[in-house]
């Protein structure tokens, strides 16, 4: 037995041989272009605090990584073996917010892998299908979303008041939390505007013993 054959360098050799140039660089073209569909859809709908267009990068890097990957897993079964014992020593330290950067994540990935996989009819219609339902649900518009009101005080007597101003101009209100001294009061409230009017807070502003009043829209992006 010769030493190529001790450790299998002509099974891979035979097959990196069966991937063709022109088979490779058609599957890193697709997964180029899936992945900047990925990256459109992204920046269309995303809806946080801070845009990172690295992300979006990454989207597509990861859309091609997994190909890369795929490509050479089925093409040698032992280098699929190192494959997945090199790939579990991976670890992921970086936090996610939002849980919609993890479905473009999964997403991308999971083209790049079935694009491998010769199923290409599938990612395209798959890709569309996903990006009309993302561009569907994410960019419709809804005066439901919550908010945060903090009402400050100089005395307690302003709760009975703002709640009353409140019952009138907000659909829903929950007192989130009440903090009290000798010379104030803070309010926190969880609110539901009936419409885009914050004119309310002017008139909360008025009431006599009312010091400030600030209302934060909330979404979930501040809180990590």
Do not use: C, H
């Not at 041989?17 to 992945?35: K, R, Y």
């Not at 280098?79 to 014992?85: E, H, I, P």
């Not at 199923?119 to 809804?142: H, K, W």
Request: aromatic letters at 10%; a negative charge.
């Amino acid at each position: 037995m010769s030493f190529e054959e001790l450790i299998g360098l002509d099974s891979l050799i035979a097959g990196m041989a069966s991937l063709s140039f022109m088979g490779i660089a058609v599957a890193l073209l697709l997964a180029f272009t899936i992945g900047i569909f990925i990256f459109w859809i992204y920046s269309r709908t995303y809806s946080g605090v801070m845009y990172s267009t690295s992300f979006g990068v990454s989207i597509v890097a990861l859309t091609m990584i997994s190909t890369m990957v795929i490509l050479a897993v089925t093409s040698n079964v032992v280098l699929s073996l190192g494959m997945v014992g090199a790939l579990s020593i991976v670890r992921f330290r970086t936090a996610v917010k939002d849980p919609m950067d993890i479905v473009f994540l999964f997403w991308g990935i999971t083209a790049g892998i079935i694009l491998a996989a010769g199923f290409i009819t599938l990612v395209v219609f798959g890709s569309a299908i996903m990006g009309i339902m993302l561009s569907i649900f994410s960019n419709r518009p809804s005066f439901t979303n919550p908010y945060i009101l903090m009402v400050i005080g100089s005395n307690s007597q302003i709760e009975e008041a703002v709640r009353s101003q409140l019952n009138q101009a907000v659909s829903k209100m929950v007192i989130k939390s009440k903090t009290v001294s000798s010379e104030s009061i803070e309010l926190n409230f969880e609110i539901r505007l009936k419409a885009d009017n914050t004119a309310f807070i002017d008139k909360l502003n008025d009431i006599e013993g009312v010091t400030s009043v600030m209302l934060v829209s909330y979404n979930g992006d501040f809180m990590g």
